[in-house]
């Protein structure tokens, strides 16, 4: 059947996007463009809707099943590019070249359209046909390298930085610009982003620090790597936890004010040799009560000191129940549509496909 957009409603409404789907950022990509009323048509090979583990990432789309292996797989994606503005595949390089369905074929077939693909290594590079995952493709960059204590092995983050910070988040930048350019050459292009290239920008602040000796290679030598005392975590007296985030002297003042610590009996904030004995006293001060208690002590308090929430915890936080950032769809709590527009809101997403639309389904 013809299928004329159903979404009125964002900041991308009436936008057309025809998603290939696949796991990570390339589903992130086209969840964020749905959230923001893009039109979205994910094409998925049969059977695999249920077992789909990311299910939620899918969340505002229609799916479409299709064996990409076959002549009609192929052609009913190519079907779809023709009335699209936007195509979306996160393959490795050359996959969807094979399949014929690649950006010289679908630009050629539809020139207006945006082809966005996201890969760990980019299309090219000796690297480019290797497999990785976030922590791999985050490792050459130097980020992994800054991450840990001192002394100690780097620690993985959690899958966030290169797949969904980098890969994403990059991808979805690139789309939108290709398609503001695309309202003056009236061409559609591809938008390559590979998610080490994007996690090493996401660390510009870094090499700026480095380039004028304000950043240390030696890990855990750095103001917000966790070796400053007063850019850390402490652990309370029921084992949960506080960040502490007080860099300038206003809000370091008001800390040691909230603790009970007097100025003069403390080192000087700045005297790195004394940072050890800093930390001891103010892990002290954390440890003698509830992460509760200090919650209450800094909550009307300007000192950039949060307590630290598990993702239970965090849609229950009174901030985000009033700005709305956590929603209920089908029944899973979860982040909603990010960010927010004066004058076209996002709609409210729809809960993931849990069945393929009619075969035929397309858009006029």
Known sequence: MDMTSSRSEGSLAGLRVLEIANIGPSSHAAMLLADMG????????????????TGHLSRGRVVIEADLKTSAGTDLVRTLAERADVFIEGFRPGVTERLGIGPQDMLRLAPRLVYARV???????????????????????????????????P?????????FGAGSMF?????????????????????DVAMADGA?????????????GAWSDDRGHNLVDGSCPFWDTYECADGKYMAVGAFEPLFYDRLLAALDLDPKHMPPQQDQEQWPTLRSIIAERFASDTREHWAE???DLDACVT???SFAEAP???HFRARGTFTTIDGVVQPGPVPAFSRTPSPVPTPPPRAPAPPGTTWQ
């Open 38 to 53: 893009a039109d979205v048509i994910r094409v998925q090979r049969p059977g695999e809707l249920d077992a789909d583990a």
């Open 155 to 163: 620690v993985p983050p959690l899958n966030l930085i290169a797949g």
């Open 119 to 153: 890969t760990g290594w980019g299309q090219d590079g000796p690297n480019a046909r290797k497999a990785g995952h976030d922590i791999n493709f985050l490792a050459p960059t130097g980020i992994l390298h800054a991450m840990g204590r001192v002394g100690e092995r």
């Open 316 to 318: 229950d936080n009174p």
């Open 307 to 309: 307590p630290v929430s």
């Open 200 to 212: 090493a920008l996401l660390a510009q602040q870094a090499w700026s620090m480095r380039a004028t």
């Open 171 to 191: 991808l979805v930048t690139g789309i939108l610009a290709a398609l503001w350019e695309r309202q003056s050459s009236g061409q559609g292009q591809v938008v």
């Open 297 to 299: 002590i800094f909550e």
